[in-house]
């Protein structure tokens, strides 16, 4: 497709489950961000990867939570033992790293989780 | 700490009148902000930006207002229209964090016809 997509677009799973959410991206955007919004909330910076280098993974939230971004292009987050504050929509972006234009951000629709 | 603030959750305009909405930073080093629109269901869509070199950007119907000495920026539309309802996000840049935007907490427009 032309946009990010993201599945699943809803998740409701029990307390102390681990969960997948994916995140296809724009074909050649090298650079991938998670976000997460939580009721009430802004969107909350989780974790970035551009390229090759090192993903920044300054915001996630505890060790339950990993990413991986396999050969430059899919990337899965994943919530091991989920908790009920976890619930959230789950937002992943895309962007051609290279582009002076800042505002060239791409979002998918988010995957909507929900820990009962 | 929350570096970019929209203090007001929801706004409701009429139809055909302007609509200002605000947003607050403390980060000193943020060089570039940005607006964002969403709609329930959908992820955010790109709006208007602003450099920090510049004080005023206009894009058709909406104008982004930057006011450095006050770390303070507004979105006007004008004429504001039914289909402007939606959620805008606030963001702003800080160019050694590399890519990465920090996010307002959002503000609920409502036009009502």
């Known amino acids: 497709g032309a946009g990010v997509s993201q599945s699943p677009s809803n998740k409701v799973t029990e307390k102390g489950k681990d969960v997948e959410l994916r995140c296809d991206p724009i074909?050649?955007?090298?650079?991938l961000y998670w976000y997460r919004q939580s009721l009430g909330q802004g969107l909350e910076f989780l974790i970035y990867?551009?390229?090759?280098?090192?993903?920044?993974k300054s915001g996630l939230p505890s060790d339950r939570f990993s990413a991986e971004r396999t050969g430059g292009s899919v990337s899965t987050l994943t919530i091991q033992r989920t908790q009920q504050e976890d619930s959230a929509v789950y937002l992943c972006?895309?962007?051609?790293?290279?582009?002076?234009?800042?505002?060239?951000?791409?979002f998918g629709d988010g995957t909507r989780l929900s820990i009962l | 700490d929350q570096q970019v603030k929209q203090n007001s959750p929801s706004l409701s305009v009429q139809e055909g009148r302007i609509s200002i909405l605000n947003c607050d930073y403390t980060?000193?080093?943020?060089?570039?902000f940005l607006w964002y629109k969403k709609y329930p269901a959908e992820g955010p869509t790109f709006l208007i930006s602003?450099?920090?070199?510049?004080d005023k950007n206009e894009d058709g119907r909406f104008t982004v207002f930057l006011n450095k000495s006050a770390k303070h920026l507004s979105l006007h539309i004008v004429p504001s229209q039914p289909g402007d309802s939606a959620v805008y996000f606030c963001?702003?840049?800080?160019?050694?964090?590399?890519?990465?935007?920090?996010f307002g907490e959002g503000t609920q427009l409502t036009v009502n016809p």
């Open positions: 972006a895309s962007s051609l790293r290279s582009t002076p234009n800042r505002a060239a951000w791409y």
């Open positions: 074909s050649g955007h090298t650079a």
């Open positions: 990867f551009q390229g090759n280098s090192a993903p920044d």
């Open positions: 980060n000193s080093m943020f060089d570039y």
């Open positions: 602003i450099s920090s070199i510049k």
């Open positions: 963001a702003a840049r800080e160019e050694t964090s590399g890519s990465r935007l920090t």
